[in-house]
Every structure is written in structure tokens, then in C-alpha cells.
């Protein structure tokens, strides 16, 4: 059975940081894309970066490069989301989503990974 679990969300202050936590288990982890997202009230759910399996390579949506980061330990089978610099819009809930996506896939689009974590919640205040 796959599993995600997302932790390390919270309330920060802007230009705060937090980093999530989504443990993997239930598939082979280094093959799979492991992919964050976010979705505010009242928002269409976002892709905000990922570790491709396929070629380990990381993304990044324009509005968080240069202020987050996307880390893998293979041997915890867990990837993690450095958030620096927090913006009051960077306020949503946070998933981590999985799946086996070929080179070239769309890797922000939601509608590719089948399973997803249960969200943690971000919230900085202004």
C-alpha cells in the first residue's frame, strides 16, 4: 500500500522558513516522481516543485525558485521542501503526490500522480 506522510507545516511569520516532510512508503521510491503541491481556499491545486524519478531532476514553479528547495534522502525514503523567505501567499495547504511519471511528463499538472498525502497546512502571517 503506498503511503504519504506530510509533516513540519505551521504558522511562520513573513520571510520566515519551514520545511515539510513527506514520507514515502509502499514503492519502489527512486523510481517514482515525487511531486509538491499546494492549494489555497478558494484555488485550483498547484504544483510547486518535484524530483523526477526519472532522471532526478528537480522543478520548480516561477513563484517559489530562488526561495525553496526540494532534497531527497533515499535511505528514509523521504523528501523534503526547504521553505525560506515565506510570503502571506505562500499560505495554503501542502501535499506530496507520487507516481511512476516518464521523461516529459507533466509534472505540475495533478491530474498525473494517483497517490497523494493528507496535506499539512502553511500559514504566514503578514
Known amino acids: 500500500e503506498v503511503q504519504l506522510v506530510e509533516s513540519g507545516g505551521g504558522l511562520v511569520q513573513a520571510g520566515g522558513s519551514l520545511r515539510l516532510s513527506c514520507a514515502a512508503s509502499?514503492?519502489?521510491?527512486?523510481?517514482?516522481?515525487i511531486g509538491w503541491f499546494r492549494q489555497a481556499p478558494g484555488k485550483e491545486r498547484e504544483g510547486v516543485s518535484c524530483i523526477s524519478g526519472s532522471d532526478g531532476n528537480t522543478y520548480y514553479a516561477d513563484s517559489v525558485k530562488g526561495r525553496f528547495t526540494i532534497s531527497s534522502d533515499n535511505a528514509k525514503s523521504t523528501v523534503y521542501l526547504q521553505m525560506n523567505s515565506l510570503k502571506p501567499e505562500d499560505t495554503a495547504v501542502y501535499y506530496c503526490?507520487?507516481?511512476?511519471?516518464?521523461?516529459?511528463?507533466?509534472?505540475?499538472?495533478?491530474?498525473?500522480?494517483?497517490?497523494w498525502g493528507q496535506g499539512t497546512q502553511v500559514t504566514v502571517s503578514s
Open positions: 503526490a507520487a507516481d511512476y511519471l516518464e521523461y516529459g511528463s507533466r509534472y505540475f499538472s495533478p491530474d498525473e500522480y494517483d497517490y
Open positions: 509502499g514503492f519502489t521510491y527512486d523510481d517514482y516522481t
